[in-house]
């Protein structure tokens, strides 16, 4: 198989890294990847964004399946643009990906179909919201309706940081003109846990669950950021809560999804937290998570290739997907400053020193021969271990090879499974 990979980050990367391990796969292309990429796949210099350009290439280089990475594509519509040029593609339809470009159509899926999540309200009128949000009181939680590269959701620990939330996305439009509406939602305490799944219609094939650290700072401290760092498997979350997210939240989703008349296919993300009374939903994506692919992928054992082919046949029921019994961390090494501004093509040193990790490129290019900054995330280290202190030690010893200035990553990642 010929398979081109669209997107430029570590969950590109990483599917790439998979794929390479497939026997099926003759050559692998990635539009527009980055320096990390280049080491295992064609870059192609076509944006996410040009259609037209994909679908071009598609066709002179004879791809047999085109893999979507990002969220930005797939709610523009890309599936639909390929399918209609008869070019097989693994990812959601514009229809479908609604679950994830607008909180508010999801929020009422799920209240339609009593699958549980935070109770909550939605707003256009920013007088009402702001009224709705003095009501309640904090803790509380604001989201932009639209998509927001991670950081349209505000968990406010006091009114005045969610009114200035309802401020930035109503009145200051900081996520675009347009993107103004917002869901405002009950606080929800417990563990956070992503389960990201291959589906095909009703068809749910779930992958282990993992972990990510959304706050940019120890302790989870700090702004929110796309993913400091994952791990997975999670062995303090029994494997029934695991079960009953399935049965309650994720297969329910997927079926009410086909009863609306948009049958997901690809790959559905569930972020769920498991509170006292059960696993409730947070959001649901409509791709990989970014970084959690670079953990889950870590431990898959079935060839990544044959999921794509079963899922876009209609054959996902079939296959045997198995997991290997290890565990896997990420750690994310970030630019200065980030999630706010911050330098780019700053040179990155020490990446021949990493020894027992694999180190997927999240935000990187090459100038000059050198391998330098390109992103606010700049690359996951990953490692895989017999538990999930073996991984951390691996990939932390890792972490400590690499240098770059202003370089920074979180300490903590996978702790929470230790205590
Ligand atoms: P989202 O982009 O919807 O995943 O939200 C980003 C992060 O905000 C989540 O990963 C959670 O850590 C947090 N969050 C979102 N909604 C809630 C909620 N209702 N209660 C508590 N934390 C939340
Ligand atoms: N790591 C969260 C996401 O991919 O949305």
């Not at 071009?56 to 930005?72: C, M, N, W």
């Not at 990187?364 to 073996?390: H, M, N, P, S």
Request: charged share 25%; with cysteine.
């Amino acid at each position: 198989m010929r398979i081109l990979v669209i997107g430029k980050g570590g969950r590109e990367h990483a599917i790439l890294w998979a794929l390479t391990r497939s026997s099926r796969v003759e050559k692998l292309y990635c539009a527009p990847g980055n320096a990390g990429i280049a080491q295992i796949a064609e870059c192609v210099p076509v944006k996410e964004s040009d259609f037209a350009g994909i679908a071009q290439f598609a066709r002179e280089a004879k791809i047999d399946l085109v893999v979507v990475g990002p969220e930005d594509p797939l709610a523009a519509g890309i599936v639909d643009y390929l399918e209609e040029r008869r070019i097989p593609v693994f990812g959601p339809r514009q229809n479908a990906a609604v679950i994830e470009g607008s909180k508010i159509f999801t929020k009422e899926l799920l209240r339609k179909y009593n699958i549980p999540t935070a109770a909550y309200e939605t707003f256009d009128n920013y007088e009402a919201a702001l009224a709705y949000v003095r009501k309640m009181g904090a803790p509380i939680v604001v989201k932009a309706d639209g998509l927001a590269a991670g950081k349209g959701v505000v968990v406010a620990q006091a009114v005045e940081e969610a009114e200035k939330a309802l401020h930035d996305i109503m009145v200051a439009q900081v996520f675009g003109e347009g993107n103004n509406q917002v869901v405002v939602e009950e606080f929800l305490q417990g563990q956070e846990m992503s389960i990201l799944s291959f589906v095909d219609g009703a068809v749910v094939r779930p992958m282990l669950p993992s972990q990510d650290h959304k706050q940019v700072f120890d302790g989870d401290k700090g702004p929110n950021t796309g993913g400091m760092g994952t791990y997975c498997p999670l062995p303090h979350i029994p494997q029934s809560v695991i079960d009953e997210a399935i049965e309650t939240i994720i297969k329910p989703t997927a079926e009410a999804m086909v009863k609306e008349g948009r049958p997901f296919r690809g790959v559905l993300f569930a972020g769920l937290m498991v509170t006292e009374s059960g696993p409730k939903t947070i959001e649901f994506n409509a791709r990989f998570g970014d970084p959690e692919t670079q953990v889950v992928l870590s431990l898959l054992e079935t060839d990544l290739a044959d999921i794509f082919q079963a899922a876009v046949e209609g054959r996902l029921q079939e296959v045997d997907i198995r997991w290997s019994d290890r565990s896997a961390v990420c750690v994310v090494l970030a630019s200065e400053g980030y999630p706010g501004s911050y330098p780019k093509g700053v040179p990155i040193h020490g990446l021949d020193d990493v020894r027992d990790s694999v180190v997927f490129h999240a935000g990187t290019t090459t100038k000059d021969g050198q391998i330098v900054t390109e992103g606010g995330r700049v690359l996951g280290v990953t490692a895989t271990g017999a538990t999930i202190e073996e991984a951390r030690e691996k990939a932390y010893a890792d972490v400590r090879r690499i240098r770059f200035a202003g370089a920074h990553y979180r300490s903590d990642i996978g702790l929470k499974a230790l205590r």
